[in-house]
């Protein structure tokens, strides 16, 4: 699905923010409700366009959530720029590799 399709304008682009308002509405006091449904719809849309995207970007964000569990458990400032290096590289490498 791309975004300029008369699929996502029509359809899944209202839906969502219908769900995301909704949402927000029933919970005024916690709006990581709607930012969780949100998260869920971008992965939904993700999938609907290939789902091997989906898998891809699913292990981005354990990658990075690794990364930064492991940033916030390390003191040293050496280790932590060079654990920052790595995780940038990484993510720049992937980059390179889906983007080419």
């Known amino acids: 699905m791309l975004f300029n399709s008369f699929d996502f304008i029509f359809v899944f682009l209202p839906v969502t923010l219908a769900v995301f308002y909704f949402l927000s509405k029933i ?15 971008s992965l939904i849309f ?8 989906l898998w ?8 990075n959530y690794g ?9 040293n400032p050496h280790v932590r720029k060079l654990i920052l ?16």
Do not use: D, M, Q
Not at 29 to 41: E, G, L, M, P
Not at 46 to 53: E, T
Not at 67 to 75: E, M, S, T, Y
Not at 93 to 98: D, E, I, N, V
């Open 27 to 41: 919970f005024p006091n916690n709006r990581h409700i709607s930012v969780v449904a949100a998260a869920i719809f």
């Open 46 to 53: 993700y999938w609907l366009g290939n789902p091997l995207f």
């Open 56 to 63: 891809l970007i699913l292990a981005s964000i354990s990658v």
């Open 67 to 75: 990364f930064g569990r492991l940033l916030g458990a390390k003191n």
């Open 85 to 100: 290096a790595l995780a940038v590289f990484i993510n720049l490498a992937a980059l390179g590799y889906f983007k080419y």
